[in-house]
């Protein structure tokens, strides 16, 4: 009789290579301090929202970490949406900002997407402005968005082969989905991939997410993903951040699939810290893309 073999995932260390992308920011912070340039990133949080709080904080102490000057713009919930326009406008126009960070979910009462289109694209640090988004689905990106950029460099910084690579996505918002998707479709390294982007509306989902080599879950939803919806040897990477009575978790049930993966990143340590070290990336391409 043979023995069954029990398969258990590498895991996809985000925390590590965040590290090896912050080193690479500083250094390069540092040639731009010869040229008497400090890059600069302008981040606005609008109301209480404790996630947005923390997120912001990270990110705060991260430019310090770096190199990166930062500005602070925290405003009152009730600030009016005439009001933050009129602070974007103000970032827009100070050659020391480089970057300009608004921070989502804004307030019900504010525009979302009319004060992200404020924010002047060469300024836009997050690459949620149309004109860079436009830019990566043509394939000539100048930034990306954190999050999917972030994946990417997992990806190849872990050695997994995009190439020919049957990819789905669980997912289609504007800030994950489908800027991975059109990251991943480039004829591009770290790319060359295969992509189904899946969501609310599609039907047999794990018929979907069986067919991937490479599975992606940004769905929102806790432990949506199981392992028997993951093939066997799949590179699985969880985007959830969801919090609950056992702490936070992903959208992957991660003990149980990482029995099945190949790699699988955890949740936290995975994907977070990738988002804000390709943010600090972002602000430095944009930096020099000022001075060009």
């Known amino acids: 009789m043979t023995d069954e073999v029990t398969m258990t995932a590498r895991i996809i260390d985000g925390k590590a290579i965040a590290a090896e992308v912050r080193a690479e920011v500083a250094r390069a912070c540092a040639e731009l301090a010869k040229q008497g340039v400090t890059p600069g990133l302008a981040t606005v949080l609008v109301g209480d929202d404790p996630a947005s709080h923390v997120y912001v904080r990270s990110k705060r102490k991260a430019c310090a970490e770096v190199g990166i000057k930062s500005w602070d ?3 009152p919930a009730e600030t009016s949406q005439d009001a ?14 480089h970057g300009i960070l608004v921070q989502i979910p804004l307030p019900d009462h504010v525009e979302e997407q009319t004060v992200l289109d404020a924010v002047a694209p060469t300024k836009d640090a997050d690459g949620f402005h149309p004109y860079n988004l436009g830019r990566l689905l043509s394939g000539s990106p100048i ?83 199981a392992a028997d919806m993951v093939k066997e040897g799949a590179v699985v990477i969880d985007v959830g951040m969801n919090r609950t009575e056992q702490g936070l978790v992903g959208d992957v049930d991660f003990d149980t699939v990482k029995e099945v993966a190949s790699a699988i990143t955890p949740v936290p340590g995975g994907v977070g810290p990738m988002t804000i070290a390709m943010l600090l990336s972002n602000v430095v391409s ?5 001075l060009a």
């Open 84 to 97: 933050l326009l009129e602070l974007v406008d103000k970032l827009n126009a100070d050659d020391a900002v």
């Open 143 to 225: 930034v990306a968005p954190a999050t999917p950029a972030g994946i990417q460099q997992l990806l190849l910084r872990s050695g997994v082969e995009t190439s020919g690579a049957e990819v789905v996505i669980v997912g289609r918002s504007n800030i994950v989905g489908k800027p991975m998707g059109a990251l991943l479709v480039q004829k591009a390294e770290g790319a060359n991939s295969t992509v189904t982007i899946c969501h609310t509306r599609t039907r047999n989902l794990a018929e979907h997410t069986r067919r991937a080599d490479i599975l992606i879950a940004a769905i929102g939803r806790a432990h949506a993903i």
């Open 73 to 75: 713009h925290d405003l």
């Open 286 to 290: 944009q930096t020099k893309r000022g």
